[in-house]
């Protein structure tokens, strides 16, 4: 099984990845304010729901059973996918299978970095001592 199919099968039997807010500091605050109202509403839901980390589905029923907050007809899930690259651009929440995410000493959610290989960092293994 290749690594694209073994991520396929991990992300089935897993339910989907998993979605949670970021760390609200001052300068992601005031970012919040210049999304649209609709973005706005998912990341309010998404506090109210008054869980850390969702998985797609449970994501899914929250937005549904706080679809009142929305200010149109549109179904919730998609109000929140058409949103969800904006606001994983900003670092509003975080999407993650279990591997990449952790939490710090303070109970918030971060994602990790990616390790770079030697070529990338400019190295190689024989200019190492």
């Known amino acids: 099984m290749g690594s694209a199919s073994a991520r396929i099968a991990y992300r089935q039997a897993s339910g989907g990845p998993w979605y949670a807010l970021a760390e609200q500091g001052d300068a992601r605050a005031s970012g919040a304010l210049s999304l649209p109202c609709q973005a706005q509403a998912c990341l309010r839901i998404m506090a109210l729901g008054g869980r850390a980390r969702y998985n797609a589905s449970e994501l899914a029923e929250v937005l549904a059973k706080h679809k009142a907050i ?6 919730p899930w998609a109000i929140f996918r058409f949103y969800k690259k904006r606001l994983l651009s900003m670092g509003m929440i975080l999407e993650h ?3 990449s995410i952790y939490m710090d000493d303070h109970g918030r959610y971060k994602q990790k970095r990616p390790r770079l290989s030697l070529s990338e960092k400019g ?5 190492l001592p």
């Open 70 to 75: 929305f200010s149109n007809v549109q179904e």
């Open 123 to 127: 190295l190689s293994r024989s200019s």
């Open 97 to 99: 299978d279990s591997p």
